[in-house]
C-alpha cells in the first residue's frame, strides 16, 4: 500500500524556517517523481513544488521562486521542502503527492494527509 | 486568480450526468496532459483522471475525460450522493514551467 506521511509542520514566525518531510512506503520511490502541493483552508489546490526521479529536473511556483527548496533522498524514500522567509500567505496545509511517473509532468497518484503550516507572529 | 478556469459551482440531480469544464491556453491545456482530482470535505485530493482520460484501476467508469484544444472536460454519469465534492484539473504550464491547478468546481447532488 502506498503511503505518504508528512510532518515538520507547525507555527512559525514571519520570516522564518520550517522544513517540511514526507516520508514514503509502499513503493520504489526512486522511481516518480514528488510534489509539494498546498491549499489554504476553504481554498483551492496551489502546485508549490516538483523534482523528477533523479533530481535532475526541479521545479518551482512563482510565489515560493528563491525561498523554498526541494529535495529528495532516494536512499531513505524521503522528500523534503525547506521553506525560507516565510510569510502570512505561506500559512496553508502541505500535500505530498506523488507523480504518475518520473518526470513532473502529467498529475498526482497518491497523497498524504497533509502537514498544517502557520505563519503568524 | 487561477490559470485554468472551471465554473466556480454545478449541480444535478442523482442518476443525471454532469459535465465540468476546464479552459486553458496553448502552454498549458493545449501543450500537455490533463488530470482530474475529487476531494471530499476534510480528506485529501484523490486522481480521477490522468492523461486527459486514463482511469486509475479503481476509479468507476462513471468518470470521464476529454481533451480538445485547450480545454478539458470531466464527464460524471449516474451521479450518486457521494459525489458531492469538489473538483479540480491540473496540468502542467510549459511558459511557467510550473504545475498549475482550476480554481475548482463544486459539485452539488440535488
Known amino acids: 500500500e502506498v503511503q505518504l506521511v508528512e510532518s515538520g509542520g507547525g507555527l512559525v514566525e514571519p520570516g522564518r524556517s520550517l522544513r517540511l518531510s514526507c516520508a514514503a512506503s509502499?513503493?520504489?520511490?526512486?522511481?516518480?517523481?514528488m510534489n509539494w502541493v498546498r491549499q489554504v483552508p476553504g481554498k483551492g489546490l496551489e502546485w508549490v513544488s516538483g523534482?523528477?526521479?533523479?533530481?535532475?529536473?526541479?521545479g518551482y511556483a512563482d510565489s515560493v521562486k528563491g525561498r523554498f527548496t526541494i529535495s529528495r533522498d532516494n536512499a531513505k524514500n524521503s522528500l523534503f521542502l525547506q521553506m525560507n522567509s516565510l510569510r502570512a500567505e505561506d500559512a496553508a496545509l502541505y500535500y505530498c503527492?506523488?507523480?504518475?511517473?518520473?518526470?513532473?509532468?502529467?498529475?498526482?497518484?497518491?497523497w498524504g494527509q497533509g502537514i498544517l503550516v502557520t505563519v503568524s507572529s | 486568480q487561477s490559470v485554468l478556469t472551471q465554473p466556480p459551482s454545478v449541480s444535478a440531480a442523482p442518476g443525471q450526468t454532469v459535465t465540468i469544464s476546464c479552459s486553458g491556453s496553448?502552454?498549458?491545456?493545449?501543450?500537455?496532459?490533463v488530470s482530474w482530482y475529487r476531494q471530499l470535505p476534510g480528506t485529501a485530493p484523490e486522481l480521477l483522471i490522468y492523461?486527459?482520460?486514463h482511469r486509475p484501476s479503481e476509479i468507476p467508469d462513471r468518470f470521464s475525460g476529454s481533451k480538445s484544444g485547450t480545454s478539458a472536460t470531466l464527464g460524471i454519469t449516474g451521479l450518486q450522493t457521494g459525489d458531492e465534492a469538489d473538483y479540480y484539473c491540473?496540468?502542467?504550464?510549459?511558459?511557467?514551467?510550473?504545475?498549475?491547478f482550476g480554481g475548482g468546481t463544486k459539485l452539488t447532488v440535488l
Open positions: 503527492a506523488r507523480g504518475t511517473r518520473g518526470v513532473i509532468i502529467g498529475g498526482f497518484d497518491y
Open positions: 509502499g513503493f520504489t520511490f526512486g522511481d516518480y517523481a
Open positions: 523534482m523528477s526521479w533523479n533530481s535532475d529536473y526541479v
Open positions: 496553448d502552454s498549458n491545456i493545449g501543450d500537455n496532459y
Open positions: 492523461d486527459n482520460y
Open positions: 491540473e496540468t502542467w504550464d510549459t511558459s511557467l514551467s510550473a504545475g498549475v
